[in-house]
């Protein structure tokens, strides 16, 4: 079974539930699975019984119907969240799902062992990884089916004894082959075997004084119960897990160890530490860098026998987180996770490793049901945001497996338990999930949701590797928990603790000679050679490893040369054609400035030939010159050139011609002299003129200043004047009016004669020219000069 698929019937047209798709992809992506072990993941289905409180409060509407072993079906009650929707025509009221196998309320915790973990149980025994978890809202039965009660133990204590049971008579008493990481071993100092078996004493006195401490009453009811004493558990040894034979094993034991721990408010705690008042430590979730979470200084415990796998189991449970809510008395507030680990030793040897957990998630509730305030109401948080971000990695793997094409990011990484989980899930175990659900009405639309999330789970496929036994080898570590090959080298103290001498130990022997008992002893003798020699061709293994290691970094220092001669010359010609380049910016630069040159020269620009024929005319003429003077001292005719000469040779009146040419340029240059001589008197001249004019010039700027000066006096002497003619004037009339009042008293008074002569000389002194104080005359304006 297992091939079938959840649809909802929202999907669907129809008002009633869908059937299976039988050919849906990842139906048909299973069937296609060769060679590995592939198959959809394993989803169970357990259905709680009501408890007596459930009943009277009327909790049983028969909302959970069980159709057959494979079916349910899920009808909404009156007043839930999912009744209300379907009456607005926005979803359906009645659901089927489909599941692994479905467990009815009756059924036992022995029979949902057998029915779902055993086969895991054979597998965890075979060297693979398995983890169970179980899922579903507060109150759905999750504790109880993991962990069960000290009545009706659950798969963890069943799983224990399982394991035990197998693992029979072929322990592995020492404690010096311990877990490491994920999934590797280490070999153990003497030293800290001892302080392991101190740790463990120590753990299990503190086991002892709480059991003394607790109360029997609690003893039935609580999860494994507080009993360490295995009486108290009914386990029935009817189980398919069958015990190891020594012959088939060959010699090899088994070394169990334990740890236990709890994700509380994203925090990861070691369970297995005794209970102190103070504050507990939170662990870091690391990689093992081979892609592997692991929880980082978790106490790994050996355990000898189930009772002492018991007892820490029950130590674990009461460090654990729980609390009493409104809907669970005892409700569990983290996630915890049990784990189970096995060592199978030949020898000194870790033949391999497998790894069981079982995880009691907590559960999914609505803060508002679940009256969850305060502390209770960030534990609630902190776990739906753990099982959310789990749906949705489950979601995100079944798309990426439906469409092949399709690569969705998976947030592992996203929480803690789904980074512990990201193992299972991506091939390196088998997982296998447990849905809890109670048939209550109140709590229907929850149970709807954790249907919904274990549908799309039931699609997951998980793809697990067909391993070898030698494949599953874990990596050689040393005692003191380091690798025993560092930095490529094999580190010889290591390997020679790690192997013994006698271990080592070759002898050849005669095997026809010696006797049946010794040859009981040389059958030993060679088990020891096959393991050294297998021990041989782990050093030879490890020595490959390292020859290849050097020749893969001899190849990459190779062709890091190489690529750095290659930059050297990638930059040796760029330098070079840098440099060409600015050779040719200086090229063009100079040939610019050239260009400019000649342009400005252009308009001077004379050509050659007449150039040189100017020069040769003005030299011509130098030649006529000289010669010309020296005929003129010598008092003969000049000569002609010679080609002028012949030319006027070849002419037919040729002396005459030449004195006459002769003359002519004499008279011209002559003329030129005298015209020179012309020009610099004529310079002279005019220098000379010049002087003067500068001497009249200045002559004439002193003349102006000076006839200003006599301007302005005469202006203030005529101002003098008008003010002196004004005066006369005033004069005259005052003259006029005393020769009026003179006439006017001669006709009134009888003796004129006497007055008649001082009157005349009166009129005289008037009538004579005015003479001025100073003895000067005083010439009136527009009156000749004197
Ligand atoms: N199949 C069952 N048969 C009988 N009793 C059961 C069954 N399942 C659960 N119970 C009882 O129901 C109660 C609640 O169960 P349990 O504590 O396991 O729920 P839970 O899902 O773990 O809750 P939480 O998430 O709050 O821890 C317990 O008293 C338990 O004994």
Partial sequence: ??????????????????????????????????????????????????????????????????????????????????????????????????????????????????????????????????????????????????????????????????TFRHAEGRLYEGMNLKPYLRNEAQLLHPDQVKKERIAKASLFASVKDECDRSTPSSVSESPVSSDSNLSSFNLSHNSTVPPSSPAEEGGRLFAL???????????????????????????????DGAGNAHVKNLQWINVQSLSEAYKLLQLGNRNRSAAAT?????????????????????GQMVERISEFSVCDLAGSERCHKAKTFGERLKEAGSINGSLLILGKCITALRNNQADGTKSTCIPFRESKLTKLFQTFFCGKGKASM????????????????????????????????????????????????????????????????????EE????????????????????????????????????????????????????????????????????????EKLENTFEMYKDAIKEHAYQCAMNNLEDNYVPLDEFTAEQ?????????????????????????????????????????DADGWFYKEKYDLERMCKDKQLISSLEKRLMEVGETLQVVQDAFVEKSALLEALQKTADDQSRALEKVLQQNDEKDKEIASLKDQLCKLSQKSPVKKTKRGLFANFKDAVASPRIHPTGRNIRLAGSPKP
């Fill in 504 to 575: 080592l130990l070759d002898e050849e022997a005669d095997m026809s000679l010696l006797p049946q008992s010794e040859l009981l002893n040389m059958i030993e003798g060679l088990r020891t050679k096959l393991l050294a020699e297998r021990r041989r061709k782990l050093v030879q293994e490890i020595e490959i490893r390292k020859e290849m290691g050097d020749a893969m970094l001899q190849q990459i220092l190779e062709s890091e040369e190489l690529r750095a001669q290659q930059i050297e010359e990638l930059k040796e010609s760029y330098a």
């Fill in 257 to 287: 160890w334990v740890a236990f721990f709890e994700i509380y408010n994203e925090c990861v705690y070691d369970l297995l530490q005794p209970s102190t008042s103070k504050k507990r430590s939170s662990l870091r979730v690391c990689d």
């Fill in 1 to 162: 079974m297992g091939d079938v698929i959840y649809l909802t019937t929202m999907e669907s047209e129809s008002m009633l539930p869908v059937d299976v798709n039988l050919n849906s992809p990842t139906v048909q992506q299973a069937k296609m699975c060769v060679g590995a072990d592939q198959q959809m993941m394993h989803i169970y289905l357990r259905i709680k019984p009501f408890s007596k409180e459930e009943l009277s409060d009327h909790e049983d509407q028969e909302c959970v119907l069980i159709v057959d072993g494979h079916t349910v079906m899920l009808s909404a009650p009156k007043g839930s969240a999912t009744m209300k929707s379907s009456e607005k025509g926005v979803c359906m009221s009645i659901h089927k799902f489909y599941f692994s196998k479905v467990f009815g309320p009756q059924t036992s915790q022995a029979e949902l062992f057998e029915d779902t973990v055993e086969s895991q149980v054979s597998d965890f025994l075979n060297g693979r990884n398995s983890l169970i978890f179980s899922y579903g809202v507060t109150n759905a039965g999750k504790t109880f089916t993991i962990q069960g009660t000290g009545k009706e133990p659950g798969i963890l204590p069943r799983v224990l004894d399982a």
């Fill in 616 to 656: 040769e005319k003005v030299e011509s003429l130098g030649h006529k010159v000289s010669e010309l003077e020296s005929l003129l001292s010598r008092g003969g005719a000049p000569v002609p050139p010679k080609q002028e000469q012949s030319s006027q040779t070849e002419a037919s009146n040729g002396t005459e």
């Fill in 326 to 346: 409104k809907i669970n008395q005892s409700s569990s507030r983290s996630h915890s996770i049990f784990t189970l680990k096995l060592l199978k030793i030949d």
């Fill in 434 to 501: 447990i849905v809890n659900i109670n048939q209550c009405a109140s709590t229907y639309d929850e149970t709807l949701h954790v249907m919904k999330f274990s549908a799309i789970a039931k699609q997951v496929v998980q793809v697990i590797p067909d391993k070898t036994e030698e494949s599953l080898s874990p990596c050689l570590f040393g005692r003191d928990g380091k690798p025993l090959v560092r930095k490529g080298v094999i580190d010889s103290k290591a390997l020679e603790s790690y192997l013994s001498e």
